[in-house]
């Protein structure tokens, strides 16, 4: 359950915060740009850090199933990157960037790993959602590191929510599938 609700949440909050904020650029802005300004602030940025509680919750019950601490441990960096982006919003300096990209790159790495646990459609919506954010990653990364061409049409705010919404909507059909599976025997315990 604490997929589901992680992602669904912070899903809808970034579009309820986007519309709050006049002129917010999609294109332009990134998503933590919603953690600074007075209207989104405190809602954004208390949503993060649910989003990782949830997130440790999520994968230490997951865990309980398949039994990999390697995957616990991503599921853990994940959601300490998450915690540690909405404690240190965008305006205050180099430790919401740290904590941003490794929240980016382990959310996606968990799916991706998620992934060699399940079977079937669930397994392939986790390693595209996965490794598109993954792609999307290095794209940010040309692209921050002078090379706005890597953006493409979608800018930088488009850049980043392909990093962010592919791996978010995964979460909600993963937490879904769990929700409704009674005795997880599609789940690998490999």
């Not at 997951?62 to 965008?90: E, Q």
């Amino acid at each position: 359950m604490s997929a589901f609700a992680l992602a669904a949440q912070f899903i809808t909050v970034i579009m309820l915060a986007a519309a709050m904020v006049p002129g917010y650029d999609f294109r332009a802005a990134a998503i933590s740009d919603l953690g600074v300004f007075p209207e989104t602030a405190l809602l954004f940025n208390v949503s993060l850090v649910a989003v990782g509680v949830l997130n440790l919750a999520g994968g230490y019950f997951f865990y309980r199933v398949h039994g990999k601490r390697w995957l616990l441990t991503i599921f853990a960096l994940a959601g300490v990157g998450a915690i540690g982006a909405g404690l240190f919003p965008l305006d205050t300096g180099g430790l919401h960037g740290l904590a941003a990209l490794l929240a980016f790159v382990f959310f996606n790495v968990q799916a991706i790993g998620s992934g060699t646990r399940l079977s079937g459609i669930m397994r392939a919506l986790a390693l595209l959602a996965g490794g598109l954010g993954l792609v999307f990653v290095v794209l940010m990364a040309l692209g921050d590191g002078g090379n706005t061409a890597a953006f493409g049409p979608i800018g930088h705010g488009g850049t980043e929510r392909m990093i962010v919404y592919p791996v978010m909507l995964w979460l909600v059909a993963f937490g879904g599938y769990l929700l409704g599976e009674n005795d997880h025997a599609t789940v690998s315990t490999r």
